[in-house]
């Protein structure tokens, strides 16, 4: 398939760091529905780049054409807006809170998409307002239930993660456990998941700022095969921000 066979030479660019061979691979196929990976991977590159003029006319000719995600279905915009904040956050960059309103702008006027409470919920996180993120997050459909189990289990898990490294920060350990406990409980007849398992209980260790416990458990899902899910995993996910520097 023309539209994902070069994905993976973007992604393997993109992990180390080669930001201008991601860029000009990109820029060779402006197909329609293009892959959504490309679409991160090309405009998260330009942040890092500090291209943000070209990352203006790069947003907005995703839109125009579309996207779509690895089972051939319409990928909404919201998610590269997403992961659009994600890299501003994860580099210090300036343009965060521009970006985190035109998201929250972008859920506002897109309240029909299934996404649409976890659309504003990330919109609030970018803003610092967790509380109100958690609260948004609450409401949110996680995962259809027609979609392929491996998929929809990772997506419940990662929303159970995201909550508990929420309630860690906001000063509930209590909800935080309970958040660790659903993982495990939810994962325990499915013992493939064992490294993704490990992965996600990282983000509720930093978030209740437990960091050594949370190094340890990424190491046990490295060892174990963790599978890269995303392409913002271990280095760009903004839920391990503050392990970057740890030692």
């Known amino acids: 398939n023309l539209g994902w066979s070069h994905v993976t030479e973007m992604f393997i660019n993109y992990q180390v760091k080669r ?7 990109a820029n060779e196929y402006d197909l329609p529905l293009t892959p959504d ?3 991160v991977m090309h405009s998260q590159s330009l942040v890092f780049m500090d291209s943000l ?3 203006e006319s790069t947003l907005e000719k995703y839109k125009e054409i579309g ?3 690895n089972m051939g279905e319409p990928s909404s915009h919201s998610l590269l807006l997403i992961m659009v904040c994600d890299a501003f956050l994860l580099s210090d960059k300036p343009g965060l809170k521009l970006y985190a309103e035109r998201l929250k702008d972008w859920a506002e006027t897109h309240s029909d998409e299934a996404s649409y409470h976890r659309n504003l919920g990330y919109a609030y996180f970018y803003m610092d307002s967790l509380a109100q993120a958690v609260e948004t997050w609450k409401q949110e459909e996680i995962a259809p239930e027609d979609w392929p189990g491996w998929l929809r289990h990772t997506l419940q898990i ?3 993660s995201r909550m508990g490294y929420s309630y860690g920060q906001l000063g509930d350990p209590l909800q935080a456990q309970a958040m660790k406990d659903s993982i495990q409980v939810f994962l ?3 013992p493939g998941f064992s490294a993704t398992k490990d ?3 990282s983000r509720i260790y930093l978030g209740l700022g437990q960091k050594e416990q949370a190094v340890n458990s990424l190491d046990k899902a490295i060892e174990q095969g963790f599978n890269f899910f995303r392409p913002t995993v271990f280095a760009r996910d903004p839920f391990l921000y ?3 520097g740890y030692e």
């Open 19 to 25: 930001y201008s061979q991601t860029i000009a691979i």
């Open 37 to 39: 990976a490309q679409a």
């Open 53 to 55: 003029d070209v990352l």
């Open 67 to 69: 996207l779509s995600n």
């Open 158 to 160: 990662e929303y159970m």
């Open 188 to 190: 325990s007849p499915y």
């Open 199 to 201: 992965y996600y209980l």
């Open 242 to 244: 503050q392990l970057h």
